[in-house]
């Protein structure tokens, strides 16, 4: 009884070289799909630690819009107790040089 089926004429130095061959090329190549495979899944699955820090980080955003908001309406508050004048716009670039021509 032949178990070989169609490889049963090669002889065994030849099977031996072909496992030899199919394991030292296929190993590093199987591990090499892993690893992407991998890499794929925790792209997919997105990095929960990430996501915490943006969180946080729009967090930190939100109160310091807030405080400027807030130190904003103070501000108008003191100036028109106070009241000063708001305060003016700078110079338009062409006045600005033409102040630079000048003696």
Known sequence: MNY???FGNL???TMMVMVAFLFIFGTPIIAMLLHHQ???AETLR?????NEQIAQLQNQI???SHLVHQQTISLDDLRSRAHLPAPQSPPQVSERFAN???P
């Open 4 to 6: 070989l089926g169609q």
């Open 11 to 13: 002889g065994e130095e």
């Open 38 to 40: 991998r890499k794929m």
């Open 46 to 50: 997105g990095d929960k630690s990430q």
């Open 62 to 64: 939100n109160q310091l």
């Open 100 to 102: 630079l021509n000048e």
